[in-house]
């Protein structure tokens, strides 16, 4: 156990669904992180929050809505998604945002039908 | 452009024997970590790696860093069934970027 948690772990949607991911991480961090992992593609960031304010939005489409309503908690609103959106989303935590150690949940599968 | 790239993309070893993977980067760095993921869940964090060191150990694994060639090693010995997964090294963009940038990783099939 990493000290972050997600849920749900797996979640199948149609296109025209609302979903919502959640992390919570127990470590006690200020800074946190949305990963996306599909298939056979390196590890791409969507999202950092630090000390709750977003610091960094990768190109992501708006169909994907962050939220951080305290520095223990994430979410990833998910509306209108596209089939290539599915993957493995992984959220991470690190003390303060930057360079140092990161800690991963152990992700929510989503598949877009 | 991508900072960490791995060599091998997939390694396949008899338990017992060494495992080493590369990683090679394009910018200067802070550091540079080496994490480990099993099939379809997160990332672990194994060993980070500041720019003025030059090798690090901890347990089995054995991590160089040449930042002259922009290339670390990472080396598991008596490797393990239990050693299969995804290995992936992530850097920093030095001084210009506070994130990190993760390779397209290593799978590592250690057969019993």
């Known amino acids: 156990e990493t000290g972050v948690t997600q849920t749900p772990r797996h979640l199948v949607m149609g296109m025209t669904n609302k979903k919502s991911l959640k992390c919570e991480q127990h470590?006690?961090?200020?800074?946190m992180y949305w990963y996306k992992q599909s298939a056979k593609k390196p590890l791409e960031l969507m999202f950092v929050?630090?000390?709750?304010?977003?610091?960094e939005n990768n190109s992501v489409p708006s169909r994907f809505s962050p939220e951080c309503p305290n520095s223990s908690h994430l979410f990833l609103h998910l509306h209108t998604l596209q089939p290539e959106d599915s993957a493995l989303y992984l959220c991470?935590?690190?003390?303060?945002?930057?360079?140092?150690?990161?800690?991963f949940g152990p992700g929510t599968r989503l598949l877009v039908l | 452009s991508q900072q960490g790239e791995e060599d091998p993309q997939a390694l396949s070893i008899q338990e017992g024997e060494n495992a080493t993977m590369n990683c090679s980067y394009k910018?200067?760095?802070?550091?540079l970590q080496w994490y480990r993921q099993n099939s379809g869940r997160g990332l672990v964090h194994l060993i980070l790696?500041?720019?003025?060191?030059r090798e690090k150990h901890s347990g089995r694994l054995r991590v160089t860093l040449d930042t002259s060639k922009k290339s670390s090693s990472l080396l598991i010995t008596a490797s393990r069934a239990a050693d299969t997964a995804s290995y992936f090294c992530?850097?920093?963009?030095?001084?210009?970027?506070?994130?990190?940038?993760f390779g397209s990783g290593t799978r590592l099939l250690v057969r019993p």
């Open positions: 470590l006690g961090h200020n800074a």
């Open positions: 929050y630090n000390f709750k304010e977003q610091t």
């Open positions: 910018t200067s760095i802070n550091n």
């Open positions: 790696i500041r720019s003025n060191e």
């Open positions: 992530a850097t920093d963009g030095g001084d210009s970027s506070y994130k990190l940038i």
């Open positions: 991470a935590s690190s003390q303060e945002e930057g360079r140092e150690t990161q800690y």
